[in-house]
T-cell receptor, first 118, second 109 residues
């Protein structure tokens, strides 16, 4: 089945620094990837839709200058949290849809990245 | 607008059957996903219903009624490892996916 790889799984950084999270579709091409944020005991909150070769579409209330998304190829999307602050500490998850004939249009998630900003 | 609703928490006993309901209202709809998520982990795929009716997959079954905007996930022969959050998500033709708040299921011995 489709596999989405997300790295790093855990990252701790100092306030004011930037952190990059990578999301790769390993065995299929994904023109669209999705980035979510999840707080403890809450559901997934869609942050943005990453589109290969074009600008990402951000959900209302999400700062695009704060959360930079780049979808440079059909298998890689990156989320960069710029000038991170403690309130940015969260669980970030990416997902991609396998639209190939064998993929059954399933939305597959990466393993998630737990960001802790000190 | 888009809205998905499901119970926040449910409790059931090991070996029992539990049904988790999900109602949805979306501007576009192609199908309904169910995912299982254990604490601190990413969601894993359980089912995807496009057509009305019941689809069975082992101990888990999922039902969809498009006319009623309603779906449920049925878990049989509950095991302790089934304690997790269960998320339903409406597929808006792949443009985005609207997730419900998730149902935290606790399976008691």
């Amino acid at each position: 089945g489709a596999v989405v790889s997300q790295h790093p799984s855990r990252v701790i950084c100092k306030s004011g620094t930037s952190v990059k999270i990578e999301c790769r579709s390993l065995d299929f091409q994904a023109t669209t990837m999705f980035w979510y944020r999840q707080f403890p005991k809450q559901s997934l909150m869609l942050m943005a839709t990453s589109n290969e070769g074009s600008k990402a579409t951000y959900e209302q209330g999400v700062e695009k200058d704060k959360f930079l998304i780049n979808h440079a190829s059909l298998t890689l999307s990156t989320l960069t949290v710029t000038s991170a602050h403690p309130e940015d500490s969260s669980f970030y998850i990416c997902s991609a849809r396998d639209s190939t004939p064998s993929g059954a249009n399933v939305l597959t998630f990466g393993a998630g990245s737990r960001l802790t900003v000190l | 607008g888009q809205n998905i609703d499901q119970p926040t928490e449910m409790t059931a006993t090991e070996g029992a059957i539990v049904q988790i309901n999900c109602t949805y209202q979306t501007s576009g709809f192609n199908g309904l996903f169910w995912y299982q998520q254990h604490a601190g982990e990413a969601p894993t795929f359980l089912s995807y219903n496009v057509l009305d009716g019941l689809e069975e997959k082992g101990r888990f079954s999922s039902f969809l009624s498009r006319s009623k905007g309603y779906s449920y996930l049925l878990l049989k022969e509950l095991q302790m490892k089934d304690s997790a959050s269960y998320l339903c998500a409406a597929d808006n033709y792949g443009q985005n996916f609207v997730f419900g708040p998730g149902t935290r299921l606790s399976v008691l011995p």
